[in-house]
């Protein structure tokens, strides 16, 4: 409607009357597009019988959007300078509570019980800070928190490693970790015109609807990243040449050759060419064979 704090003009509007300005070092890029904003919303499948988080809500494009679909909106922002405004600009929306903090270091289980017990779906949704985007998905993935959907505006350049096969160029540990967790989709590029200021890199939505449990058989959460980290770490090196290096002792070379040639995977291949299954039985054999 005319009056959504997204159209340019109330966004300006806001900005002036606070005198507001904005700190690039905080990834502060606000979204004046309305139809965006719709589509995200769509895309994160919300009703009254379910919660959402935002993370960064800057002066509440996006919140506001949060608060006619969800029963319940968390929003976290870390720019103390925001939390009057949004005060003003959310007054409408007894459904929205924000929260000042820095998204990294607050404890997002305690927050999801604290403040959201009575819903038993709850999904994040947001135009992420570009500057941190890889770490707060790594830390929402890992958290086992009850999430449905995460719903995300990011570098277009992430959206491509997220969605990432093996084999090309972007896959690498954050698509493993992604795709282990998440189905993954690209579900719009943006233009950098939906945004003031309009960022410098390409933008997408990307979906990640969360699994019930993970695609392949894995006896050690934990440790199977690890292998996956220590593959791509070297992206030139071999695949023996990266294991030898980040997980084992010199002396083993000749047994791990061996695992190797048992699982079928030539140790010469790049990390960057193994599939989530072929990670997985790699992580797995590791462990019964007590490498
Ligand atoms: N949601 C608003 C919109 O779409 O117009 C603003 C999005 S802007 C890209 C990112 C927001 O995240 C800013 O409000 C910024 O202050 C906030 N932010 C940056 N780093 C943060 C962090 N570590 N924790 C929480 N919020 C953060």
Known sequence: ???DIATPTRTKEVLEKYGFSFKKS???????DTNILHNIVEAADLDSSKA??????????????????????LAIEIDQRLLPILEDTLAPYDNIEVVHGDVLELDLAALVRDKL????KVSVVANLPYYVTTAILMKLLESRLPLENIVVMIQKEVAERIAAKPGSKDYGSLSVAAQFYAETEVAMIVPASVFIPRPNVDSA?????????????????????????ACFAQRRK?????????????QRKDEVIQMLSDLE???????????????????????RRQL
């Open 1 to 3: 409607s005319g009056k």
């Open 26 to 32: 905080l990834g502060q890029n606000f979204l004046i």
């Open 52 to 73: 959402a988080i935002e993370i960064g809500p800057g002066i509440g494009a996006l919140t506001e959007q949060l608060g006619r679909a969800a029963g319940h909106v």
């Open 117 to 120: 017990s009575g819903y038993e």
């Open 205 to 229: 939505v990307i979906k990640l609807k969360i699994r019930d449990r993970p695609p392949v058989e894995v006896d050690d959460e934990n440790f199977f990243f690890r292998v996956v980290r």
């Open 238 to 250: 071999t695949l023996l040449n990266n294991l030898m290096s980040g997980l084992f002792d010199k």
């Open 265 to 287: 995977i030539e140790p010469s291949r790049r990390g960057e060419t193994l599939s989530i299954d072929e990670y997985a039985s790699l992580a797995n054999e590791i462990i």
